[in-house]
């Protein structure tokens, strides 16, 4: 699985509409509405790199009201759930 975290500027009238339009396309997970110099953060789960071209570029980016993305691809994922679960092998409840 293949995650990118894209960072999205978007019309300032339309932040609400774009992050619901966003959060309903296929391959993005959450769409969170952050503060800064980004009006989005959407995070993207994907099996290949082709679709991350289709997810960003063919569906994200074409939104209305999507005025500029930056694309951060994950080498690694850490998680405080992910921790828990590795620590708790072999214990005994």
């Known amino acids: 699985m ?3 975290i894209v960072l999205i500027k978007t019309s300032v009238d339309r932040v609400p509409e774009v992050a619901e339009r966003i959060a309903s396309l296929d391959g993005v997970s959450e769409v969170y ?3 800064g110099p980004h009006d ?7 099996r290949s790199h082709e679709e991350l071209a289709e997810v ?3 569906r994200i ?23 828990e679960a590795a620590f708790a092998i072999g214990l005994d409840a």
Do not use: W
């Open 40 to 46: 989005l953060i959407a995070m993207v789960r994907v």
């Open 56 to 58: 960003i570029p063919g």
């Open 61 to 83: 980016s074409k939104v209305p009201g999507v005025v500029a993305t930056e694309t951060h691809i994950a080498f690694r994922t850490y998680s405080q759930h992910d921790l």
């Open 2 to 4: 293949i995650t990118s």
């Open 33 to 35: 509405s952050v503060t």
